[in-house]
C-alpha cells in the first residue's frame, strides 16, 4: 500500500464547531506532516510528527490542534475556527523525520468555514 | 516563508511541444524536489536532485541544479495533456532542517 488516504473529502464547519480531519498511511513511514493549502499558493507546512512526537509547529493558532496516537495515524482537530482557515489541508508521509526524501501526500481535505 | 520561485508563473503550449520551467531559491539545500499538483488535490513527487548533483532524468523529465546560481529547472519533454497541472519545486534547508518549503508553483496547460 503506498498512499495516504485523508478523510473527509470536504468539510463545511461553523465557527462554533469542533471537527477533526484524519490521515492514514501503511507505508511504515515514521513521519507525518500536516499543510495549508489556499488558492493558487504553495502547500505551508504547519506541523511534523516524527516518530509520533510533535518536531515542528510552525507558530500554528491553536485552534489547530494535532495528534498522532500510532505511526499509521495523524489527526488535526478543529476548533473555534475563522473563515480565513478555509483552504485545502494536506497531509503528508516520509521515511523518518530529517532524512531529506520524498513526501508523500494525501489528496488533502477542502475545508469551508463559514 | 517561501524559498523557492518559479518562473514563468504560468506557461500554455501545445501537445508534443517541451516544457521547461525555472526555480530560484535562497539558502544552501540539502536537496531540492519538484512536485506535481492537479487540480488543487495532493501533490506527487516527481524528482530529488541532491546538492552534489547536477543533471538528472526520469522518463520525459530532465532536472538540472546549479548551486553557484541557486536554481533549478524542468524540463519535460515531447508534453501531453495530462502533463496540465501545477508545478513546485521544494527544498530542505541544510542544517538539518525537517522544514520542506515549497517555491510558488508554475501553472502548466498543455492543449491537445
Known amino acids: 500500500d503506498t498512499e495516504v488516504t485523508q478523510t473527509p473529502k470536504h468539510l463545511v464547519m461553523g465557527m462554533t464547531n469542533k471537527k477533526s480531519l484524519k490521515c492514514e498511511q501503511h507505508?511504515?513511514?515514521?513521519?507525518m506532516y500536516w499543510y495549508k493549502q489556499k488558492a493558487k499558493k504553495p502547500p505551508e507546512l504547519m506541523f511534523v510528527?516524527?516518530?509520533?512526537?510533535?518536531?515542528i509547529n510552525e507558530s500554528v493558532p491553536s485552534r489547530f490542534s494535532p495528534e498522532c496516537p500510532n505511526s499509521s495515524l495523524l489527526n488535526l482537530h478543529l476548533h473555534a475556527l475563522q473563515p480565513e482557515d478555509s483552504a485545502l489541508y494536506l497531509c503528508?508521509?516520509?521515511?523518518?523525520?530529517?532524512?531529506?526524501?520524498?513526501?508523500?501526500f494525501g489528496p488533502g481535505t477542502r475545508l469551508t468555514v463559514l | 516563508s517561501q524559498q523557492g520561485e518559479e518562473d514563468p508563473q504560468a506557461l500554455s503550449i501545445q501537445e508534443g511541444e517541451n516544457a521547461t520551467m525555472n526555480c530560484s531559491y535562497k539558502t544552501s539545500i540539502n536537496n531540492l524536489q519538484w512536485y506535481r499538483q492537479n487540480s488543487g488535490r495532493g501533490l506527487v513527487h516527481l524528482i530529488l536532485?541532491?546538492?552534489?548533483?547536477r543533471e538528472k532524468h526520469s522518463g520525459r523529465l530532465r532536472v538540472t541544479l546549479d548551486t553557484s546560481k541557486k536554481s533549478s529547472s524542468l524540463l519535460i519533454t515531447a508534453s501531453r495533456a495530462a502533463d496540465t497541472a501545477s508545478y513546485f519545486c521544494a527544498t530542505f534547508a541544510q542544517g538539518g532542517s525537517e522544514k520542506l518549503v515549497f517555491g510558488k508553483g508554475m501553472k502548466l496547460t498543455v492543449n491537445p
Open positions: 503528508a508521509s516520509s521515511q523518518k523525520g530529517g532524512d531529506y526524501n520524498e513526501q508523500f
Open positions: 536532485i541532491r546538492s552534489n548533483e
Open positions: 510528527y516524527s516518530y509520533e512526537k510533535l518536531s
Open positions: 507505508m511504515g513511514h515514521r513521519a
